[in-house]
């Protein structure tokens, strides 16, 4: 077995004063493990090396989003883009669901709501604030449909970060 030397480095992940000049962190199978503050269950702050979904896989999953492009279907039923996509957020959530940290899902979120805002828009010709609006509505009506969706707006208690 032989180590690339491009891709092989030192990296210091303990507590305590890091000697300068030091990598403090390493992206690894789509996680960035990098020191992070987060919070126990008693709400208790502590810092900790700890994974969570790497810039490079946000920006990609940020691109698939974009790349969908939803609000092109506006002929299409909201149980019908349910089911186009379900899947593939529900992928994101298992794997990076694990190490569930507010920079995700609330990134993933609030790109996929700003494309469902949109198709709204397109679909009902409503302005941005009344498409918001008959989303929240149709949300409120039909929470079965946003089931996987509402995930993403969630934390895990275990794991937040701040």
């Known amino acids: 077995m032989e180590l690339n030397p491009t891709k092989t480095r030192i990296v210091y992940v303990g507590r305590g004063v890091t000697p300068s000049g030091v990598v403090r962190e390493f992206t690894f199978l789509g996680y960035d493990f990098k020191e992070r503050t987060l919070v126990d269950r008693n709400g208790v702050l502590f810092r900790r090396v700890a994974p969570g979904a790497s810039k490079a896989a946000m920006k990609e999953m940020t691109r698939t989003i ?4 939803v ?25 990076y669901g694990k190490f569930w940290y ?16 949109k198709w709204v828009g ?24 946003f089931a ?4 993403l707006g969630s934390t895990d208690a275990r794991s937040r970060a701040v």
């Open 66 to 69: 974009k790349s969908w492009r």
């Open 71 to 95: 609000h092109r279907s506006s002929g299409a039923s909201l149980r019908e883009l349910a089911r186009r996509y379900n899947a593939t957020l529900r992928g994101w959530i298992h794997y």
């Open 102 to 117: 507010r920079n995700f899902s609330y990134q993933l979120w609030s790109v996929f709501q700003s494309r469902l805002v």
């Open 122 to 145: 397109c679909k009902y010709r409503l302005s941005q604030r009344a498409a918001e609006r008959k989303l929240n509505r149709i949300r409120r009506a039909q929470p079965s449909l």
């Open 148 to 151: 996987h969706w509402s995930l």
